[in-house]
């Protein structure tokens, strides 16, 4: 069967119509847990698993605030092992190298199933090598948040790495030794699954406007260390000093400039790599230089939008997760650094999530094709090498959603026929900025417009194509092999892609 | 007319697949000093190949043989030399040298019936070429000149600072010399690559010596660079203004007037006139116009 993209996708799923189609749908939520009973404290989690019965065919939820200093997943999977407990879900928020110990679970079928919104490392790699025995489902952070508030994704027990836990049960990511910042992207595991469970490794008196409410939660577990906060750390965090990157990124604020996109009372969502900085710097300058303010700034944050918070020129960060641990602090100490949910963040069911409020993108990817639909699930093998996370969500809800690439990466185009999995579809994608033009959709007939006045490198798609094709040659065509191993949940449930077994 | 001369080693691929897209006025390939001996013969086929491929460079190209004191001179130069190359640059560049230098460009241009003179941009990197300022300037084939401090200080035995201050006059006596005969002047690179702000000021304060260009070692100096010698979007409107009122002036048969309180006369309409040829060729009037 194939979907609207011409993708081949599993029979019997709900395939990809557009990325506006949820609009036909309503919204559907199952019942919200609560806690009759209080809080029960623990001081293992041996005694958890007791209580909790956890058997064969569960799922487990957790999330990936601490990201690579994460331990929470691997103390929870190595119970698993020693119990002898068989055929678990793994539901992920996202899933990180040094989740690496959950490759013999999966090669044992301790774990059978695996949905997460980003995976990289070696757990992709023996996925892509066909060892996990269900399907894999790759959601986007705010389809996550749809997933389980609709009863898609249905989470037995949640196991919630908490670096604060107050006497009452109630969490939070703001205080401890291993304080992460905003913790999101779990606040739907939290509110639907059948058992929360905290772990956490610093108790305190109290905690004021904790994330986590105590209504929801059943045990919480004292453990040792839940993980090393210096591991949160997203992308670079330094701009970058490659002089490609920074010819990319002072086009795209060229682009931004010509579109009158920086102007009072605006909003920008970037990433952490080394050119979404250099954006950032760039734009700063000019708003510094013209007195400009920023209504807000959203996604995961990092210290460099501290930074422009505290010298005013932000009002106010959305932040579902800290990139950095300067980040963790601006959230601990200032009141216009907010936290919020995944659902708020990026659930297409949400009534104004924060992703339809942006005016502008700023997004990274591994292939685009002609069509402008955007890969960064898989590299040009089909190896899984990252996922949606954010991307398609507020590439679906930005007012301009912006690609910045090289157009040649290692000798490859970037930019292809087809690109060998569809993340995020084209028609939400507007400008692809590659250091050897500027390519805008066709279907933005008001941008082509604006920016064919000005003197900046427009070219078509095909141009850009053409190029890299001119530089490096025509790359021979690799065929992927026929034998699915997962797919791609585009953020209203229906599926986009299917992810294949590596050859 | 170039504000920036960005030098790339040529023995480094990647950096000649991207020469286009740094924004330099000018690329130097480099032959000599960036290029250890052992990768002289890859760098110079490198280079060669790459002239061969270019498609209408969007900037000029020039290369830095190795300097004519060995057989190395003439073999980057038999290699090299092409219908695309602009110019070559001579290190440790004296009068005799340029000389020989321009009777071996008469050789290859005849033999490889390349039409157009290939200029010579010699460095002025000792002291006895400090010394020979003003006959080098005025040489058959000279476009410009440029200032080589490392080496220069190295050879005077004096300390190179980022300040400066030991630069000073050869820095004057190139922008005066290269005024006098109608060529470009180019300022020494700024080698701290990561220091942003310290190359601004260096920048400007070439620019207010007289010097019209700056070489690049890194590419991310070029942006700095070159919007230091652009003339300011104030500066073009001042300009303006005063081509504007003198035009009105020579109606009325007057050589003084008064503008905004000061007093115009032939040299500050001069000066106007030659800034906005600069700023034309860089594009600026055009914007100017769209406004």
Redesign the interface.
Known sequence: MKNNLGREIFEQVKPFASSDAFNQESRRLIAKKTTEESVVFLKSIEEAFDLLKIKNGMTISFHHHLRNGDKVINLVAETLKKRGIKDITIAASSLFPNNAPLVDLIKDQTITGIVTNYINGPIAKAIGEGYLKNPLIMDTHGGRARAIESGDLKIDIAFIATPAVDRLGNGSGKFGPSACGTIGYVIPDLMYAKKVVLMTDYMTEHIVEPELASEYVDYVVMIDKIGDSEGIVSGTTKVT?D??G??IA?DTVRVLDALHLIKDGFSMQTGAGGVSLAVVEYVKNIMIQSEIKARFASGGITGQYVDMLENNLVDTLYDVQCFDLKAARSYRENRRHIAISASEYGNPFEIKPIVNDLDFVILGATEVDLDFNVNVTTDSLGQIIGGSGGHSDTAHGAKVTMIVTNLLKARLPIIKEKVTCVTTPGEDIDIIVT??GIAINPLRTDLIDTLSKT?LPIVTIEDLMKTAHH?AGVPNHYELSHQPIGYVRYRDGSIIDTLYKIK | MHRSYLFIPGNHPAML??AD???ADAIIFDLEDAVSINEKDSARQLIKAFFETLQKPKFSIYVRINGLNSSLGSIDLNMVMNEIVEGIVLPKATVSDIKMLSKLLDTFENARRIKKKTVIIPIIETAKAVFEIGQIAQLPRVSALLLGAEDLTGDMEIERTKQGIEIEYPRAKIAFACKAFEIEAIDTPFTDV?DDEGLEKDALHAKSLGMNAKCAI???QI?IINKTFTPTMVAIDEALRIVKADEEAQKVHRGVFSLNGKMVDKPVVDRAKKLLIKAKHF?MVEDIDEK
């Open positions: 000093r002089p490609v920074r010819k002072r250091e050897r003197k530089i | 697949q991207n897209i740094f924004g990561t890194h590419p991310n942006e594009g």
